[in-house]
């Protein structure tokens, strides 16, 4: 099998071939580190987050290492504890590590301002949705691999805007990215949709086992379409109560949720087929660029029996981000790894990367689709994709900095 790698930014990925890599890295091991949610009602996420990070300093030491020196991943379990999580990565800069990967959105926001911005680290946001991150509170170390909460909302209101529903029900999970995601909907589809209404809003607490409160509510609402700001384990049990009681042939699969790939091939056969999803790296979309894309699914399925979910796909091109940056920069010094970062574009499975100068926001790609069940991938995925652009779907610098004056 062969896998292309990106570790050099404007250049074509590196070729890998079994046993015949290129030669290793030489020179002492350059760390970084990792605060993940791997405990707790994140855990699903965080495990994901792991391996594509693992993934990724594996096949960039296999190129070469950055700067021609091996890189070293150093990892915590924050137990989904967005204190623990400023510690831990306090303590691992403290240890020597020159670059921070975090996941989920609370303890990103809680390392960004209390690590990133003091210690001056680059860190890298591998899945976090919210937005405050790069817009209400950005600092010139953070960057942020995902579509965040304004892009993905943007997007989903911009898809739901073009059919005939008026009644929405808004069902999020009570933490910052639930929130700020259901939120920004809101704005977005009443801004593109002048006739829309919030008929019903339900936040559930994040790591909820009962929804069945917030299902009843929303049927007895009667809404037109339903939009779901749930993720990993709270979208599983969700959705796994709602088919238990016809939820969504009683809306008529008026439904949208973050469906990332992991979720779906959780829920296997009890996925609800025909309801629309959206994804920030959907596997199958990536698999049709072919090439190095396709060749990144195809390594990551041998070595772990399985396709890259979403959040495992952020993370490795937040890893493969940094090392092409610092490689660039030809150096680790974060203010020239963060100013290549400004400058360059940069190669990932989902197509080239760039990130804004004055938010350090990928320009990522969000993909909205009907769920179905795949005989190719042997697992649900979301067909019929429609992808939007992050050049389409970002805010404008003039947005940015109209947000974070507050107006």
Known sequence: MKLMIPIVAG????????????????????????????SGPAADVSRD??????????????????LGRPIVLSHQDNGTNPQKAVSQAGALVSDGAVFLVTAASNSSLAVSKMVTAKQKIPTCSSTSQTDD??????????????????????????????KPYKRYAVVAADFAGGRIGANRFKEFIKELNPSAEIVVEEYPKFGATNYTPSINKVLAAKPDYVFTMLFGNDLVTFTNQAQAI???????????????????RVMGSNAPVGTDGFQVAAVNAIAKLGGDSKAFIDAFKAKYNQ??????????????????????????????????????TFKSPRG???????????????????????KEFGQPVLDNLEVISGASSRPS??????MRSGG
């Open 11 to 38: 250049v074509v990925f590196a070729t890998l071939t079994g046993p015949a890599f290129s030669q290793a890295a030489k020179g002492a091991p350059i760390p970084i580190a990792g605060t993940f949610e791997l």
């Open 49 to 66: 987050v792991l391996a594509g990070a693992q993934f990724a300093v594996e096949t960039v030491n296999r190129n070469g290492g950055v």
């Open 133 to 162: 991150l790069t817009i209400k509170e950005f600092n010139p170390y953070i960057f942020n691999a995902s579509a965040n909460s304004y892009m993905a909302m943007r997007s989903v209101a911009s898809y739901l805007a073009k």
């Open 246 to 264: 016809g939820f969504f042939q009683q809306i008529n699969n008026n439904f949208i949720g973050l469906y990332d790939g992991n979720t779906l």
């Open 307 to 344: 396709y890259p979910s979403d959040w495992s796909t952020l993370a490795y091109d937040c890893i493969s981000v940094w090392a092409q940056a610092a490689n660039a920069a030809k150096s680790v010094d974060a203010d020239k790894v963060m100013q290549a970062l400004r400058s360059e």
């Open 352 to 374: 080239d990367l760039k990130f804004g100068k004055f938010d350090h926001q990928a320009e990522a790609p969000v993909y909205i689709g009907k769920v179905t069940q795949s």
């Open 397 to 402: 610098e003039a947005i940015v900095n109209k």
